[in-house]
């Protein structure tokens, strides 16, 4: 017997291209096909596909706590190839996209109101103006990877990139930043962290001045989903020079392998030399967005500096900082520490 690991396919064609003929293959038995002429064939097939579904993550149950690796099975010979066809297709995390409120999250992020936002906010800032700053990352095209609502991770590099594309699994995520940048009714107001990151600079009276330019450099708000090889398809754009994500690939990916496959998938995107700029919590097992719970990969610096090493990248700086005192009565997350690093990609 081997084991092996599997996704899930998420196509009634799937099964039917295996033989379930005509029929509902969520609820209904097939009407006819080779299954209901060979119900060991069924089971064969069917039976694990359950199985896994009842183990993932499906569109109508979000994220629960719990292990986030994929489920295990294992498979008699002969049932690998039968299956193979059908488990090619991973399931989509459309947990995100049904339950992530960027207005919600967005909370997290009113400075000086929210001591978990303020912790992750100067923490980031401090480090994004450092790598920014004169004589730091400078290029032409710099792209965000599942921005969020948020643009907090614009306000140094607007002044050295040219251009910004931010990015997103959610739709509502991609409208919400949209709104900001468009000065929609309604938008959020990030006019307090504009200001702080001016102060860092040397200058608060240039808020205004520094929002405007991060409006005319984000050009393309473009959907993302790290999980695929080509994670921005069906757009596509010239290498970049440099790559920013900031706590998404904990958020996105649901085993330490999806981790380091989206690794080797951002790299795709970057020019040889160009840098990936990483930031994240350390050891985190779900963060609260409202009332909906999101479990998250833990990530620790050993696991961080093996993944990038293995997707090509070189490390050039990582930062670290340990959860504060304070912040550790806030139930809304249980991240350890916060990290901030930048990559060059490997050629
Ligand atoms: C914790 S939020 C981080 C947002 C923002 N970068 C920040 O620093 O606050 C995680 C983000 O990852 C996005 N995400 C989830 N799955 C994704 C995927 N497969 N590909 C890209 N982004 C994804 C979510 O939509 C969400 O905006």
Known sequence: MQQKRLTLPNKPELLKSLGAGEGNWRGEWPKGGRFR???????????????????????????????????????????????????????????????????????????????????????LLKHYNATFKPGGLEGKLLIDIGSGPTIYQFLSACESFQEIIATDYTDKNLQELEKWLKKMPGAFDWSPVVKYVCELEGNRDKWAEKEERVRRAVTQVLKCDVLKERPLEPAVLPPADGLISSLCLEAACPTPQAC????????????????????????????????????????????????????????????????????????????????????????
Request: glycine share 8%; hydrophobic share 40%; net charge negative.
């Open 37 to 123: 002429k060979h119900p060991l064939l069924a089971a064969l097939v069917f039976i694990p596909v359950f199985v896994l579904r009842a183990g993932g993550r499906t569109k109508s149950e979000p994220h629960k706590e719990g292990p986030r690796e994929s489920v295990c099975l294992l498979l008699l010979p002969g049932q690998n190839s039968l299956l193979s066809m059908a488990l090619q297709e991973r399931q989509e995390p459309d947990v995100y996209q049904e339950n992530f409120e960027p207005t919600s999250y967005l909370e997290y992020y009113r400075m000086n109101q929210d001591p978990v936002g303020d912790e992750v906010l100067h923490f």
């Open 260 to 347: 380091r496959d989206a690794l080797r998938h951002l790299r795709t995107l970057l020019r040889p030399g160009g840098h990936l700029v990483l930031s994240g919590g350390f050891e985190t097992t779900f963060f609260m967005v409202g009332d909906k719970r999101f479990s998250t990969l833990p990530l620790n610096e050993k696991f961080l500096r093996e993944a990038l090493q293995e997707a090509g990248f070189i490390i050039e700086k990582l930062e670290k900082v340990t959860r504060a005192a304070e912040t550790h009565l806030d139930n809304r997350s249980d991240y350890t520490g916060l990290f901030f690093l930048v990559a060059r990609r490997g050629d």
